[in-house]
């Protein structure tokens, strides 16, 4: 049981980890910024590059290496920043996804 607990607990502290560097990254002014409107993707377009699904993982260098493919995707993958939050997030299934639905109703409150 508490092996469970570590794992959860390292596990929230990878996709923390996550979301900073992806923070970070989107106050670099060397990446380009797309503003709402400039471009129109969809999320049938983003679906065909193939983004990996995260489903969550005891070794946080796992949630590590999702969020470099996911940085790749975008990269490439020409969408606003609103867009790459929710085309990233709906890639998050199984315990990731029940992860973030609760990070997601404490940043709302």
Known sequence: MKEMAKAMKEQAQAITLMA???STRDKDPNIPRLEVGQIRTTFADFKKIGPPEFRGALDPDMAE??????EKVFTIFP???EQQVSYGTFMLKAD???WWDGARRLLED
Do not use: S, V
């Open 20 to 22: 900073q560097q992806l």
């Open 65 to 70: 290496e999702w969020l470099t493919e996911m």
């Open 79 to 81: 969408c606003t920043e």
């Open 96 to 98: 990731a996804e029940f």
